[in-house]
């Protein structure tokens, strides 16, 4: 499996951005997507993710500011960050887990920075 993410960009206090990942390769084996962050110096963390079938979870720092969803006809995942903070400033990578591997996979991380 293979992910191209996009979307990232500079952004204000309180604006949106919406990111965006596609997969492609063994695209039918894919279980959960999900979006992780890293900010500088900090640990990547689970940001939200979304199984096959529609449900979501959110870590707090982003519950009802943030949405994820996904088209499993286009196996892409989405991000929809709206209130965005400077704290939410961070490299967002896309990763799924697969049915047929253990290990998840990742892809390139996009870059948000929210500064005024």
């Known amino acids: 499996v293979q992910l191209q993410a996009s979307g990232g960009g500079l952004v204000q206090p309180g604006g949106s951005l919406r990111l965006s990942c596609a997969a492609s390769g063994s695209i039918s084996s894919i279980d959960v997507m999900g979006w992780y962050r890293q900010a500088p110096g900090k640990q990547r963390e689970l940001v939200a993710q979304?199984?096959?079938?529609?449900?979501?979870a959110y870590v707090d720092a982003v519950k009802g500011r943030f949405i994820i969803s996904r088209d499993n006809a286009k196996s892409a995942v989405y991000l929809q960050m709206n209130s965005l903070k400077p704290e939410d400033t961070a490299v967002y990578y896309c990763r799924v887990t697969t049915y047929t591997r253990a290990a998840p996979y990742w892809g390139q991380g996009t870059l948000v920075t929210v500064s005024s």
């Open positions: 979304i199984t096959r079938g529609g449900s979501a």
